[in-house]
């Protein structure tokens, strides 16, 4: 299954609002999950099931679709986040990452 | 605290092996199912295997297969990642991932399908 993320670099400002998309090759209803990854350091898991916020991350991110179109929304962009966002299928072997979106302050 | 930590990669020539290792505390690693992802530098991430906490499921992406054997030994806490014939193309970061090992009866699968915690990773560079 490809996982196809747009865009691929995003610029953006502190407060902004921004949308990042995933598109799967396939049906994978909701077994999708959303990571952010710094540099130099490893993945954290932000969002899974597709929507469900993992403990402990700020309520400014929100996740939503199911099938092949998914999307991960930040709504008041603060300095911590800007990184690369990966979204991850877990429907089937193997898994597979989209390719990441750098978010980058403009 | 839950911690993962790898450990045993560095530099090693093509054609040559390198057992990577993965050393869980703070939970039950017993009851969780284990994934090894790598990723080159400056490039995404790239899942390369799975195992169930019981070692009765295997998986592995198409690119190592064949050359990297996934195990683990619940006793000591320990995940696996034996490679061998290891090419310039494998150098990279490799980190393990845990997964939710299972999932309750009558609640939908995907609710339980995630990597929750990872490890800092630990760096293989194959090169002559």
């Known amino acids: 299954i490809q996982l196809t993320q747009s865009p691929s670099f995003l610029s953006a400002s502190v407060g902004d609002k921004v949308t990042i998309t995933c598109r799967a090759s396939?049906?994978?209803?909701?077994?999708l999950a959303w990571y952010q990854q710094k540099p130099g350091k490893a993945p954290e898991l932000l969002i899974y099931?597709?929507?469900t916020l993992q403990s402990g991350v700020p309520s400014r991110f929100g996740g939503s679709g199911s099938g092949t179109e998914f999307s991960l929304t930040v709504s008041s962009l603060q300095p911590e986040d800007f990184a690369t966002y990966y979204c991850?299928?877990?429907?089937?072997?193997?898994?597979?990452f989209g390719q990441g979106t750098k978010l980058e302050i403009k | 605290e839950v911690q993962l930590v790898e450990s045993g990669g560095g530099l090693v020539q093509p054609g040559g092996s390198l057992r990577l290792l993965c050393t869980a505390s703070?939970?039950?690693?017993?009851?969780?199912?284990m994934n090894w992802v790598r990723q080159v530098p400056g490039k995404g991430l790239e899942w390369l295997s799975y195992?169930?906490?019981?070692?009765?499921?295997?998986y592995y992406t198409d690119s190592v297969k064949g050359r990297f054997t996934i195990s683990r030994d619940n006793a000591k806490n320990s995940l696996y990642l034996q490679m061998n014939s290891l090419r310039a193309e494998d150098t990279a970061v490799y980190y393990c991932?845990?997964?939710?090992?299972?999932?309750?009866?009558?609640?939908?699968?995907?609710?339980?399908?995630?990597?929750?915690?990872w490890g800092g990773g630990t760096t293989v560079t194959v090169s002559s």
């Open positions: 991932a845990r997964e939710p090992g299972s999932v309750p009866a009558g609640v939908p699968e995907y609710n339980y399908y995630y990597m929750d915690v």
């Open positions: 099931a597709a929507s």
């Open positions: 703070g939970f039950t690693f017993s009851i969780e199912s």
């Open positions: 991850q299928q877990l429907k089937s072997y193997p898994r597979s």
């Open positions: 396939q049906d994978i209803g909701r077994f």
């Open positions: 195992i169930s906490s019981s070692s009765s499921s295997i």
